[in-house]
């Protein structure tokens, strides 16, 4: 990767995780010059793929601590109901486009407060903030990470248990395009993208070092197996950054 880019991506980890404002115009010139590359698009594609909730995971680069990655959601995605989950390794992120409803859960404490970010028009958001804001038992399900392998470091298996939990939401929040929050490798949580105009983009700061588990709370006491997904192609890995492009500069 050029220096260029290398600089460009340290300033989006430097903007995370001093909680300032990523620039737009960087994220947008480091794409482009990624674009002139095919040695590059080519090894961003093969650690890149679309997730299981439906959102494209685009690792851009990996050094000896961390993983920063560019979450994608395309506005023809619905809002889909998630799984609360764990996974093993803390995290920063950066909301740079779209609307999200993000819930931290515990097993006990009952709900304490909904933490609404000001100038949010919250009308269209009522019935998910409600829906989420219930306790309720799930499933219980240990997921045996994969050490060896940084970008997709969930076991193929799920490790099945009898064991139900009821968890509880302790805070919900409404992020918006400037938000941030960290997350600890043993926290619970969702994160919903609502339907907007706008596509959903992220920027996620993850560290390298991993719990031997995470966790998956479900509704459902059997899950099948996580299969890992097929790479991104340049091609469609050159669609995705246009894309983004495309909303970042209009």
Same mark, same amino acid.
């Given at each position: 990767?050029?220096?260029?880019?290398?600089?460009?991506?340290?300033?989006?980890?430097?903007?995370?995780?001093?909680?300032?404002?990523?620039?737009?115009?960087?994220?947008?010139?480091?794409?482009?010059?990624?674009?002139?590359?095919?040695?590059?698009?080519?090894?961003?594609?093969?650690?890149?793929?679309?997730?299981?909730?439906?959102?494209?995971? +685009?690792?851009?680069?990996?050094?000896?601590?961390? +993983?920063?990655?560019?979450?994608?959601?395309?506005? &023809? +995605?619905? &809002?889909?109901?998630?799984?609360?989950?764990?996974?093993?390794?803390?995290?920063?992120?950066?909301?740079?486009? @779209?609307?999200?409803?993000?819930?931290?859960?515990?097993?006990?404490?009952?709900?304490?407060?909904?933490?609404?970010?000001?100038?949010?028009?919250?009308?269209?958001?009522? @019935?998910?903030?409600?829906?989420?804001?219930?306790?309720?038992?799930?499933?219980?399900?240990?997921?045996?990470?994969?050490?060896?392998?940084? +970008?997709?470091?969930?076991?193929?298996?799920?490790?099945?248990?009898?064991?139900?939990?009821?968890?509880? *939401?302790?805070?919900?929040?409404?992020?918006?395009?400037?938000?941030?929050?960290?997350?600890?490798?043993?926290?619970?949580?969702?994160?919903?993208?609502?339907?907007?105009?706008?596509?959903?983009?992220?920027?996620?700061?993850?560290?390298?070092?991993?719990?031997?588990?995470?966790?998956?709370?479900?509704?459902?006491?059997?899950? *099948?197996?996580?299969?890992?997904?097929?790479?991104?192609?340049?091609?469609?890995?050159?669609?995705?950054?246009?894309?983004?492009?495309?909303?970042?500069?209009?």
């Amino acid at each position: 990767m050029t220096n260029f880019c290398n600089l460009i991506i340290m300033t989006a980890i430097k903007a995370v995780f001093s909680l300032k404002n990523c620039s737009n115009g960087d994220l947008c010139r480091m794409i482009r010059t990624l674009l002139d590359s095919t040695d590059e698009l080519q090894a961003i594609a093969s650690r890149s793929y679309v997730h299981v909730n439906q959102f494209v995971k +685009i690792t851009l680069q990996t050094n000896e601590d961390q +993983i920063v990655r560019l979450h994608i959601w395309l506005p &023809s +995605i619905t &809002s889909i109901k998630q799984n609360p989950h764990t996974y093993g390794w803390g995290f920063c992120s950066r909301i740079i486009s @779209g609307i999200f409803v993000h819930t931290l859960y515990e097993r006990t404490n009952p709900f304490e407060r909904v933490v609404v970010n000001k100038n949010t028009d919250i009308n269209d958001f009522l @019935g998910l903030i409600n829906s989420t804001t219930m306790s309720s038992k799930f499933h219980l399900h240990r997921l045996l990470l994969n050490k060896s392998n940084v +970008i997709e470091r969930h076991h193929t298996v799920f490790n099945q248990t009898n064991e139900i939990v009821e968890l509880h *939401p302790v805070h919900v929040e409404i992020m918006k395009p400037g938000d941030e929050y960290e997350l600890s490798r043993d926290a619970c949580h969702t994160m919903i993208f609502m339907h907007q105009q706008s596509m959903g983009i992220t920027l996620i700061v993850a560290d390298k070092k991993t719990d031997d588990y995470a966790f998956l709370y479900s509704n459902q006491p059997n899950l *099948p197996p996580n299969e890992r997904k097929p790479c991104l192609t340049v091609s469609e890995l050159t669609h995705y950054f246009r894309y983004v492009l495309s909303e970042l500069e209009q």
